[in-house]
């Protein structure tokens, strides 16, 4: 299922992906504020993107990752991952650092804010960042998300320390 927005082009994420992915999910500067990345090794990449594969491929998938295109450049990727109800998705996105600051991931979130609402009846969204990774929040914000939830703990993948974690949330009425 692809989603057409203004300036790109939202395509089911697979191992055709896998050069370009390990790209942006291996990157330092790109992964600072990620739980689970970077990936180090191109096989946790290609596990990755095996299992989004297999989920495509259910009738009724728990998550849905994307990959962003623009001008038919992989750029970067967008997610919702749905809770057992399909009553409320996690959205989730990462942009390669080029491509900062452009609007993609605002773009791309839209989108599948859009088709969740239509097409799976999601009626909360909700969104975690590190504290300080102000572009994403400030995304979450673009999307009409408020801030609902603020915890210690988080652990970033690079980080050995304690993180402060910000909740966001948009709720369909």
């Known amino acids: 299922m692809n989603i057409s927005t203004k300036r790109l082009l939202l395509v089911p994420l697979g191992p055709q992906y896998l050069i370009s992915t390990h790209k942006y999910a291996s990157d330092v500067d790109n992964t600072k504020y990620m739980v689970h990345l970077p990936n180090m090794d191109i096989s946790e990449t290609k596990s990755f993107l095996v299992k989004v594969q297999e989920e495509w491929q259910k009738s009724n998938p728990q998550f849905y990752e994307y990959a962003i295109l623009l001008d038919h450049e992989h750029i970067g990727a967008i997610s919702i991952y749905l809770n057992k109800d399909n009553s409320e998705g996690e959205l989730g996105w990462i942009i390669s650092k080029k491509y900062w600051g452009c ?43 408020e801030l609902v939830n603020k915890t210690q703990g988080r652990r970033n993948k690079l980080s050995d320390e304690d993180r402060e974690d910000l909740m966001y949330a948009l709720e369909i009425k």
């Open 103 to 145: 609007g993609f991931a605002t773009e791309a979130a839209n989108e599948i804010i859009n088709l969740a609402k239509k097409e799976l009846k999601v009626n909360k969204f909700i969104a975690h960042c590190d504290s300080e990774n102000i572009a994403s929040y400030r995304v979450m914000e673009k999307l009409g998300m």
